[in-house]
T-cell receptor, first 114, second 115 residues
Framework: NAGVTQTPKFQVLKTGQSMTLQCAQD?????MSWYRQDPGMGLRLIHY???????DQGEVPNGYNVSRSTTEDFPLRLLSAAPSQTSVYFC?????????????FGNGTRLTVT | AQTVTQSQPEMSVQEAETVTLSCTYD???????LFWYKQPPSRQMILVIR??????QNATENRFSVNFQKAAKSFSLKISDSQLGDTAMYFC????????????FGKGTKLSVKP
């Protein structure tokens, strides 16, 4: 019963490096999203997807790319990391047919950009 | 744009006492859902309680209950018989019914339960 799986748990990057944060869910959820959590800011939506092949921007999309080639996977790509992207990143999913259904979160990735 | 405001950055309570966390939100929609999530030091996000806007009855889950005041756009969380394991960040969140499902979160309240 895996739920939402995020990898890696921790990552340190140098400015300008690229990387992909992985997210996979095994609940056949149509909706998936990425949030970043910064101290005093709560969680802010980066990108989301309502199904395979469909993605859209959230509140803070700059510097991040996403794709959704399968229902299960929703990777988040940083093409050129910047110190401002130091944060904790959460992937989440839900059954979008029922808006009362809560988000299921992964355990987060702590990213530090030096 | 919808907003969620948690006016108490930090709170503390003695073990076994009751504490109330405040949340207000702003929306012009009539169909929406509200949630409280708990984030302990482990970083995991855990759903505490949910409320549908069309239901007048306040939601309750064991020691957790809400005071939902739709006209005032207020959604406070009451924790009764506080336990040390309740120490965590608490986030209030809002989603429009019929939207894509994107939750809007408040900035959180850090709750410390003291022995």
């Amino acid at each position: 019963n895996a739920g939402v799986t995020q990898t890696p748990k921790f990552q340190v990057l140098k400015t300008g490096q690229s990387m992909t944060l992985q997210c996979a869910q095994d609940m056949n959820h149509e909706y998936m999203s990425w949030y970043r959590q910064d101290p005093g800011m709560g969680l802010r939506l980066i990108h989301y997807s309502v199904g395979a092949g469909i993605t859209d921007q959230g509140e803070v999309p700059n510097g991040y790319n996403v794709s959704r080639s399968t229902t299960e996977d929703f990777p988040l790509r940083l093409l050129s990391a910047a110190p401002s992207q130091t944060s904790v990143y959460f992937c989440a999913s839900t059954n979008k047919k029922n808006y009362n259904s809560p988000l299921h979160f992964g355990n987060g990735t702590r990213l530090t950009v030096t | 744009a919808q907003t969620v405001t948690q006016s108490q950055p930090e709170m503390s309570v003695q073990e076994a006492e009751t504490v109330t966390l405040s949340c207000t939100y702003d929306t012009s929609e009539s169909n929406y859902y509200l949630f409280w999530y708990k984030q302990p030091p482990s970083r995991q996000m855990i759903l505490v309680i949910r409320q549908e806007a069309y239901k007048q009855q306040n939601a309750t889950e064991n020691r957790f209950s809400v005071n939902f005041q739709k006209a005032a756009k207020s959604f406070s969380l009451k924790i009764s018989d506080s336990q040390l394991g309740d120490t965590a960040m608490y986030f209030c969140a809002f989603v429009e019914g019929g939207s894509q499902g994107n939750l809007i979160f408040g900035k959180g309240t850090k709750l410390s339960v003291k022995p």
